[in-house]
């Protein structure tokens, strides 16, 4: 197979985007479809880049003081019903088992959507005084909502996060809390994945079931849209006092708990495919990607090349994640592309004549770039290549957003720019559901959040005219 076939195995991704997308899922070997409809198999490189997050994520969040537990996967229907909000909320997503063992059960069990009703039965029943919290507890876990339109990893059937659930002694200390982890969220996804994130409030529309406020971070894709890359909630007692949840105070008189959820998911291996990627494939930033920096041998079948190259090998492995390609079955031009169409960040030439000159080539994937290196400095260039890589990688996606953000006074300059840019639109809002309902009809686009940095661009809403309430950032989304 020659360089260009190998490349056109994946649509342009200005051509369509969408398949683009699904081919770069195929071809990194991030993830397959299965014969369980909606459901995907996430590949070891795949699965390598989701524990990844996981771990950067963890560490970050045992530093916060959250501590890892584990909850059931079933939950009783009664439970579930027991919030009126959520339950409603996540109807319509909810798989229920009714029958086990040949038995039909006495009582129907969903599978977790989300776990907010057993944990909150269990924390009823742990705990006792003002003197027990708080509870910071969160759970690495599947889930499973019934989604009628799927796509790997961005919304698929079953899903993997974690889901972050703890219970307050007061309500400052919750609403702390809930802004604590987004803020580590923003710091997962800026500084480890390279993307830059919009902060802010969802609006009533938008928040999550049960919630009283929901904080978001939302990215944006290479074609403009957004996509919700994490959540973290505020309840007050919305839960806790229908599941009772309560402690006695520092008064000796019982009190409901006040209560947080928070959680990102393998939407974020989406979201690194979407605003990085180009025609040749994935592209990962450094930290994340689970092969760092591979070596490529050329004319490897001649006399001391594959030795080199092992020798280089052997002297980095232990400093940063490598990888070596020593096939003998293709080219390395299809090497090449292998390495590139999995995002490899940093890739080795080394050849006979390099190794005359006491050199090899370091070539960039986020730009091609070549670059011509003594062996006896490759260990000091990689780690600058690397956090340069990182750094250049999070400044293209922050300079496209900040290119497809535009601003609109009303309903014709917010069609007009959304459609030339495909990209966050900012416009005063009035706060009447019945607005952003229109917005959305007129123009698919769905407000994304009211941004933490206050600002003004007018005094009416861009919908209806009337005096507005917050400037709100809108997009269409995945």
């Given at each position: 197979m020659s360089?260009?076939?190998?490349?056109?195995?994946?649509?342009?991704?200005?051509?369509?985007?969408?398949?683009?997308?699904?081919d770069i899922v195929r071809k990194a070997e991030l993830a397959d479809y299965t014969d369980t409809k909606g459901c995907i198999a996430i590949r070891p490189y795949g699965y390598a880049i989701w524990e990844n997050i996981q771990s950067y994520a963890d560490k970050k969040f045992k530093e916060a003081g959250v501590k890892n537990a584990y909850f059931p996967?079933?939950?009783?229907?009664?439970?579930?019903?027991?919030?009126?909000?959520?339950?409603?909320?996540?109807?319509?997503?909810?798989?229920?088992?009714?029958?086990?063992?040949?038995?039909?059960?006495?009582?129907?069990?969903?599978?977790?959507?989300?776990?907010?009703?057993?944990?909150?039965?269990?924390?009823?029943?742990w705990l006792k005084s003002w003197k027990?919290?708080?509870?910071?507890?969160?759970?690495?876990?599947?889930?499973?909502?019934?989604?009628?339109?799927?796509?790997?990893?961005?919304?698929?059937?079953?899903?993997?996060?974690?889901e972050g659930h703890t219970i307050h002694e007061t309500p400052e200390e919750a609403k702390e809390r809930t802004?604590?982890?987004?803020?580590?969220?923003?710091?997962?996804?800026?500084n480890f994945l390279a993307i830059p994130v919009l902060k802010g409030l969802k609006t009533e529309t938008e928040k999550?079931?049960?919630?009283?406020?929901?904080?978001?971070?939302?990215?944006?894709?290479?074609?403009?849209?957004?996509?919700?890359?994490?959540?973290?909630?505020?309840?007050?007692?919305?839960?806790?006092?229908?599941?009772?949840?309560?402690?006695?105070?520092?008064?000796?008189?019982?009190?409901?708990?006040?209560?947080?959820?928070?959680?990102?998911?393998?939407?974020?291996?989406?979201?690194?495919?979407?605003?990085?990627?180009?025609?040749?494939?994935?592209?990962?930033?450094?930290?994340?990607?689970?092969?760092?920096?591979?070596?490529?041998?050329?004319?490897?079948?001649?006399?001391?090349?594959?030795?080199?190259?092992?020798?280089?090998?052997?002297?980095?492995?232990?400093?940063?994640?490598?990888?070596?390609?020593?096939?003998?079955?293709?080219?390395?031009?299809?090497?090449?592309?292998?390495?590139?169409?999995?995002?490899?960040?940093?890739?080795?030439?080394i050849g006979p004549r390099d190794i005359e000159e006491g050199k090899c080539v370091l070539v960039r994937r986020d730009n091609q770039e070549k670059?011509?290196?003594?062996?006896?400095?490759?260990?000091?260039?990689?780690?600058?290549?690397?956090?340069?890589?990182?750094?250049?990688?999070f400044n293209v996606c922050k300079e496209r957003m900040e290119k497809k953000t535009t601003v609109a006074h009303n309903l014709d300059e917010f069609k007009a720019n959304l459609d030339k840019e495909q990209g966050f639109i900012k416009a005063m809002f009035c706060g009447d559901p019945e607005c952003e309902a229109k917005i959305k009809e007129l123009t698919s686009a769905k407000s994304r959040c009211i941004p933490f940095v206050k600002e003004s661009v007018d005094d009416k809403c861009v919908c209806c005219g009337r005096a507005a309430k917050d400037l709100v950032v809108w997009a269409r989304q995945y």
């Open positions: 360089n260009d076939e190998f490349v056109k195995e994946i649509t342009n991704i200005d051509e369509d985007f969408a398949q683009w997308y699904t996967v079933l939950i009783p229907e009664s439970l579930l019903e027991k919030e009126k909000d959520h339950v409603e909320g996540f109807a319509p997503e909810v798989a229920w088992v009714t029958e086990a063992g040949g038995e039909k059960l006495d009582e129907k069990l969903c599978i977790r959507p989300t776990s907010e009703t057993i944990i909150n039965t269990l924390y009823s029943k027990d919290l708080p509870f910071v507890y969160n759970q690495w876990c599947n889930v499973m909502r019934w989604e009628k339109e799927t796509r790997p990893f961005l919304r698929s059937r079953e899903f993997l996060w974690q802004i604590q982890m987004l803020e580590i969220y923003a710091d997962v996804v800026e999550f079931a049960g919630a009283e406020e929901t904080y978001t971070i939302e990215t944006m894709t290479y074609d403009g849209k957004a996509l919700q890359s994490g959540t973290s909630h505020y309840f007050g007692q919305n839960f806790t006092v229908p599941f009772d949840v309560k402690f006695q105070n520092r008064d000796g008189k019982p009190e409901f708990a006040y209560e947080t959820s928070w959680g990102i998911s393998t939407r974020l291996i989406g979201g690194l495919i979407m605003a990085h990627g180009d025609n040749r494939g994935l592209k990962l930033p450094p930290k994340v990607a689970p092969v760092q920096v591979i070596i490529i041998p050329i004319a490897m079948h001649k006399e001391g090349v594959k030795e080199k190259a092992e020798g280089i090998f052997n002297s980095l492995k232990d400093k940063y994640r490598m990888d070596i390609d020593l096939r003998d079955k293709v080219s390395p031009g299809y090497k090449f592309n292998d390495c590139e169409m999995k995002g490899i960040p940093l890739r080795i030439e670059i011509s290196v003594d062996l006896a400095e490759i260990d000091e260039r990689i780690g600058e290549l690397l956090d340069s890589i990182q750094n250049d990688m």
